[in-house]
């Protein structure tokens, strides 16, 4: 099946600096990616929507100018937490729909990130 | 938006079947799907159904689907301590557009 990557799968970092976070499909083109975020014991909640070529849809209450997300090709999308807090902790899920089949989104693996 | 509603906890022993419930509000779903979430890991797609279809089996998994309702069920024959895991059904259209996910139900296998 689709296989999607992430990277880092877990980092630790201080507060006020950024993270980076890679997704990537690794044999199939995704036109669309999707950013989830999810805290412990609780659900996934979608952040945002990216779509090759263009700007990231956010959800209302996600804050853009802290969650960076830049989609440069088909096979990669970028998550860059800002001036990274305590409160940011969380894991992060993307999942990728392929261009081809009905649009089946696979998931990656997750980043957990911990803001000391 | 969608609202999913899934039970919080489910205990069953070593070899029963475990019966996994979601209920949701929005109808035009045109898929609606079931994923394992094991701890500290991402999401592994279980199975999924079309909105137009009623049952879809596959090996230990059945999923129904009572639109009706708006109720969705994920049934494991024979289950094993390896299916201990956390079970989300969610709700979408096309791969456009992101999923809604329930709650997540804890699945707890005893040996």
């Known amino acids: 099946g689709a296989v999607v990557s992430q990277h880092p799968s877990w980092v630790i970092c201080k507060s006020g600096t950024s993270v980076k976070i890679e997704c990537r499909s690794l044999d199939f083109q995704a036109t669309t990616m999707f950013w989830y975020r999810q805290f412990p014991k609780q659900s996934l909640m979608l952040m945002a929507t990216?779509?090759?070529?263009?700007?990231?849809?956010?959800e209302q209450g996600v804050e853009k100018d802290k969650f960076l997300i830049n989609h440069a090709s088909l096979t990669l999308s970028t998550l860059t937490v800002t001036s990274a807090h305590p409160e940011d902790s969380s894991f992060y899920i993307c999942?990728?729909?392929?261009?081809?089949?009905?649009?089946?989104?696979?998931f990656g693996p997750g980043t957990r990130l911990t803001v000391l | 938006g969608e609202d999913v509603e899934q039970s919080l906890f489910l205990s069953v022993r070593e070899g029963d079947s475990s019966v996994i419930n979601c209920t949701y509000t929005d109808s035009s779903s045109t898929y609606l799907y079931w994923y394992k979430q094991e701890p500290g890991a991402g999401l592994q797609l279980l199975t999924y159904i079309f909105s137009n279809m009623d049952m879809k089996q596959d090996q230990r998994l059945t999923v129904l689907l009572n639109k009706k309702d708006k109720h969705l069920s994920l049934r494991i024959a024979d289950t094993q301590t390896g299916d201990s895991a956390i079970y989300f059904c969610a709700g979408g259209d096309t791969g456009r557009r992101a999923l809604t996910f329930g709650s997540g139900t804890r699945l707890q296998v005893q040996p």
């Open positions: 999942s990728a729909s392929s261009i081809t089949g009905f649009g089946e989104q696979f």
């Open positions: 990216s779509n090759e070529g263009s700007k990231a849809t956010y």
